[in-house]
């Protein structure tokens, strides 16, 4: 302990742990994490703790620094004693998340074992401190610690899933990152979930800094928020490869270096060392160590400089601004499309392969154009697969491992084949697209409509939400029953990919639980928006059964195969289509 700050290592056992309950205080800003940020944190974790079998297990995680305002009486951690309220300075996005990913998974497991894991981090056990409303460890503030509680911490409520229309943007952010958790935790089995957790408790930690002075912990935020420049990882790689470059080539390799980073901004030239690691097949958390067993096998500093962070550079450049791709033709329009459907999707694992294919943009842009829309494709599809995180990581090292050996991406024995079991996983998936994963299902959606325009259509996913044209509840006497009178066929189209529209929050909130002619005539509204195209076929029908399902079901599903050049099993539709070939189709135009 430091007399002038108390300051403490502690893994999050020992933090999240009575006798301590943390409070989120009125001047704090509302938590603003999103999935990107949340799911990055994730996959940092799973990766350090090597429970995907990719790496060998680091011996520890740090989460970094958090700043506790307490009382005079309580200037150290002593685990003895009733529950008592520490206020959170600094250090709220990673506690609240990392007590969503703990509700996570407690409700996607559900053993006992996993139980007696979780509990502890999520609740206190002694009665409450004063100003407490409740003993969950970390608490939010009024209605947003209601949704918190009610939609994450308590013991199943993880698979309550509330009316998105009515929530705040911190609860639509909450939201995101519960599901984002469920799908990306769901690819592990229980073992790898119960040494997950073991590996967040016992060998995750924080540094955690003590102060019962506001004004005194005002000050500590700002020095850790907004003073000075840390020391980041490309400070110390560009010490150590100028110092080992040739004293002629000395001022060269600066002027690169720096315009390198002029170029990124501190920090993508931070994230961009990460993704040379993965150009190379350096797959271990340590990002310095990686860059050395780089340098090592290019030759040594210089050609690092020359051949690799040159290069890449300016392509990880063009990854983060497409617009700023020159190649005026046809091939650059599908470069510049392609990079920004893959903007839309959470995660990274991507990254490298684009890169290494824009390293060839200047000398044959045809090329470039399909390694690139191979990637966004294969991208897509690892989602439809609804595989998590690391898996992705591992299915696109091989594509980076395909295009750095100048193997073409649709070539036989291609990693971007699917078996004929994943071609049934994803029309499988398919069936309820919106329940395996909302927010793939919203940009598939968003693809459709770009398709039956025939142009990218640059809009906000979040500016809408999925609407049910037959609603997911209906009540015994609705005329939605008299259209779809038996409950199986029912529950099948309501989460058929053809039962399914993008509309705005408002407009969610008006069609609800209506009949279809009161639907229509709101989605009537969509006819000069940027979403006309996917609702064209809705807003001419004059009715809405099955048939208009799975026509339209049909029609989209035959879209997404000649977008992203997949062949989709059809067991379920066969005798459907037998019986009726000459079943209409939705004209998507008007």
């Given at each position: 302990m430091s007399p002038g700050l108390p300051t403490v290592s502690l893994r999050i056992a020992e933090l999240l742990a009575d006798p301590y309950v943390f409070s989120v205080p009125p001047y704090q800003r509302p938590y603003s994490w999103t999935s990107t940020e949340a799911g990055q944190l994730l996959d940092d974790i799973i990766a350090a703790s090597g429970v995907d079998g990719s790496v060998t297990a680091e011996p520890d995680y740090f989460l970094g620094a958090i700043l506790l305002l307490t009382s005079a009486r309580e200037t150290s951690f002593d685990p003895k004693g009733p529950v008592r309220n520490a206020e959170i300075v600094d250090g709220q996005q990673r506690l609240v998340t990392l007590a969503i990913l703990s509700a996570a998974l407690r409700d996607i497991d559900e053993s006992e074992e996993m139980l007696r894991e979780v509990a502890p981090l999520l609740r206190a056990t002694g009665g409450l401190p004063e100003g407490r409303t409740s003993t969950f460890r970390v608490e939010l503030r009024g209605r947003q610690q209601a949704f918190l509680e009610s939609c994450v911490l308590s013991r199943g409520a993880c698979s309550e899933m509330p009316d998105g229309d009515r929530l705040g943007e911190t609860e639509r952010r909450i939201l995101s990152i519960r599901e984002h958790f469920i799908t990306e935790l769901g690819q592990l089995d229980g073992a790898q979930r119960q040494a997950l957790i073991r590996y967040i408790k016992h060998a995750c930690y924080f540094v955690v800094m003590l102060t019962p002075d506001i004004d005194r912990a005002h000050r500590m935020f700002l020095v850790l928020n907004g003073r000075g420049k840390p020391l980041t990882r490309h400070d110390i790689l560009k010490a150590e490869i100028l110092n080992k470059v040739p004293p002629h080539a000395a001022g060269r390799a600066l002027a690169v270096w720096e315009e390198a980073a002029r170029s990124l901004d501190e920090e993508h030239f931070e994230s961009f060392f990460s993704h040379l690691r993965s150009i190379y097949g350096q797959y271990r958390p340590q990002v310095i160590a990686g860059v050395r067993a780089i340098i090592t096998?290019?030759?040594?500093?210089?050609?690092?400089?020359?051949?690799?962070?040159?290069?890449?550079?300016?392509?990880?450049?063009?990854?983060?601004?497409?617009?700023?791709?020159?190649?005026?033709?046809p091939a650059g329009d599908s470069i510049r499309r392609s990079i920004r459907y893959l903007h839309r999707l959470n995660g990274a694992e991507w990254t490298p392969a684009v890169m290494i294919a824009l390293r060839?943009?200047?000398?044959?842009?045809?090329?470039?154009?399909?390694?690139?829309?191979?990637?966004?494709?294969?991208?897509?599809?690892?989602?439809?697969?609804?595989?998590?995180?690391?898996?992705?990581?591992?299915?696109?090292?091989?594509?980076?491992?395909?295009?750095?050996?100048?193997?073409?991406?649709?070539?036989?024995?291609?990693p971007c084949q699917l078996t004929r079991e994943e071609r049934k996983a994803i029309a499988y998936n398919l069936r309820d697209l919106h329940g395996r994963n909302?927010?793939?299902?919203?940009?598939?959606?968003?693809?459709?409509?770009?398709?039956?325009?025939?142009?990218?259509?640059?809009?906000?996913?979040?500016?809408?939400?999925?609407?049910?044209?037959?609603?997911q509840r209906t009540s015994e006497g609705s005329p939605w029953r008299l259209l779809f009178p038996d409950a199986q066929q029912r529950g099948e189209a309501v989460h058929s990919l053809g039962n399914l529209l993008l509309v705005s929050p408002r407009q969610n909130d008006r069609a609800r639980n209506q009949e279809f002619p009161r639907k229509r005539a709101i989605f009537a509204e969509l006819h000069d928006g940027p979403l006309a195209a996917l609702s064209a076929d809705v807003r001419a029908a004059t009715t809405w059964g099955p048939e208009q399902v799975r026509a339209r079901e049909l029609a989209l599903t035959r879209i997404i195969e000649r977008i992203w050049r997949i062949e989709l099993p059809r067991e379920r539709s066969a005798a459907t289509e037998r019986d009726r070939p000459e079943t209409p189709r939705p004209t998507f135009a008007e």
């Open positions: 096998d290019v030759g040594g500093a210089e050609p690092f400089v020359d051949t690799v962070l040159a290069p890449l550079a300016d392509a990880y450049r063009c990854v983060l601004e497409p617009g700023s791709i020159v190649a005026n033709s060839s943009l200047p000398q044959d842009p045809a090329r470039v154009a399909r390694e690139i829309g191979s990637i966004e494709r294969w991208a897509h599809l690892l989602r439809m697969l609804c595989l998590g995180g690391s898996k992705r990581v591992r299915r696109f090292a091989d594509v980076i491992e395909a295009l750095a050996q100048g193997r073409g991406l649709e070539e036989p024995g291609s909302p927010q793939l299902c919203k940009l598939t959606l968003l693809r459709l409509n770009d398709e039956l325009a025939d142009r990218f259509i640059d809009v906000e996913p979040g500016d809408y939400t999925v609407e049910h044209i037959l609603p």
